[in-house]
């Protein structure tokens, strides 16, 4: 199974979302993949493929973990490259609190515990809005990624977390919950 632990965002925040980038999607010359209604998330832990034995332990350890509900705002639109092409357009999420934070220590500790490598990269909460496929300078990134900076965004309560299933198909991926920790 391939799978990962991630936070859902509020049904508000996700309508708003998809009514900022709907004006946009027509705007650009450069193949992206939108992330579709119902799967915006911010991405804890992507754990891989991973036998159902050791899915069983995850959700043991899972269901022990200590969790409280927070609020994250969106900070800002940005983008991540690479080769110098922008590949990833996405929402950065703060959190006043360092709730995030922690609780993402505590998931990198509970899977470094169950023998899960941990992540090399500095932790960068954020909501992935489109992966660019084939990408075109031309398009409007620079106005697109202004006008969503831009947006007096709602605070947005995180109250779930949740160990997901992906099944990645041709028409994108489909997210089964396997665990909701309240």
């Known amino acids: 199974m391939r799978i990962f632990l991630g936070l859902?965002?509020?049904?508000?925040?996700?309508?708003?979302?998809?009514?900022?980038?709907?004006?946009?999607?027509?705007?650009?010359?450069?193949?992206?993949?939108?992330?579709?209604?119902?799967?915006?998330?911010?991405?804890?832990?992507?754990?891989?493929?991973?036998?159902?034995?050791?899915?069983?332990?995850?959700?043991?350890?899972?269901?022990?973990?200590?969790?409280?509900?927070?609020?994250?705002?969106?900070?800002?639109?940005n983008f991540f490259y690479s080769q110098g092409k922008i590949r990833v357009i996405y929402l950065e999420l703060q959190d006043q609190t360092n709730h995030l934070l922690d609780l993402y220590q505590n998931v990198e500790e509970m899977c470094s515990a169950l023998g899960f490598a941990p992540e090399k990269r500095k932790y960068k909460p954020?909501?992935?809005?489109?992966?660019?496929?084939?990408?075109?300078?031309?398009d409007p990134w620079a106005q697109f990624k202004q006008t969503l900076s831009e947006i007096n965004w709602p605070r947005c309560l995180i109250s779930q977390l949740i160990l997901w299933e992906s099944q990645l198909t041709p028409k994108g991926p489909i997210y089964t919950p396997l665990l909701i920790k309240k």
């Open 8 to 77: 859902p965002i509020s049904a508000e925040l996700e309508r708003i979302i998809l009514a900022q980038i709907s004006p946009w999607k027509s705007r650009f010359q450069s193949k992206l993949s939108w992330t579709k209604s119902g799967n915006f998330h911010l991405t804890l832990k992507f754990l891989g493929e991973v036998p159902a034995p050791r899915v069983a332990s995850i959700k043991t350890k899972l269901s022990q973990l200590k969790f409280e509900p927070f609020a994250l705002q969106v900070n800002k639109a």
């Open 126 to 138: 954020h909501l992935t809005l489109a992966r660019v496929k084939f990408f075109q300078s031309n």
